[in-house]
Nanobody, 123 residues
Framework: QVQIVESGGGLVQSGGSLRLSCAAS????????SGWYRQAPGKERELVAT???????NYSDSAKGRFTISRDNAKNTVYLQMNSLKPEDTAVYYC?????????????????WGQGTQVTVSS
């Protein structure tokens, strides 16, 4: 069984910073391409940033220049460093990851979502 867990959310003032973490754990797996998404009240879930297994990154226009996605493959963890936060960044942030399960007679790739972590930016 593999699971991913986000952490690092909280309440911060406008202009402040937060670092979100997304840690994958379980038996014999490989963490592939991953990303951060967010969903504000009354809005659809939207892409924030993605990172491939090789470290190539992609950002939404709203995240460019302020957010940085990174990964530590040894720790099976993906990070989102968020600087210069604005009230409009307030949302539940979700981690998404491609996980390859590896067994002696089986190998399959699945898409996992975390439970989400709340980020609230006050003005």
């Amino acid at each position: 069984q593999v699971q991913i867990v986000e952490s690092g959310g909280g309440l911060v003032q406008s202009g402040g910073s937060l670092r979100l973490s997304c840690a994958a754990s379980g038996k014999t797996f490989s963490l592939g391409a991953s990303g951060w998404y967010r969903q504000a009240p009354g809005k659809e879930r939207e892409l924030v940033a993605t990172i491939t297994s090789g470290g190539s990154t992609n950002y939404s226009d709203s995240a460019k220049g302020r957010f940085t996605i990174s990964r530590d493959n040894a720790k099976n963890t993906v990070y989102l460093q968020m600087n210069s936060l604005k009230p409009e960044d307030t949302a539940v942030y979700y981690c998404n990851a491609e996980i390859t399960i590896i067994r002696s007679n089986f190998k399959g790739t699945y898409n996992y979502w975390g439970q989400g972590t709340q980020v609230t930016v006050s003005s």
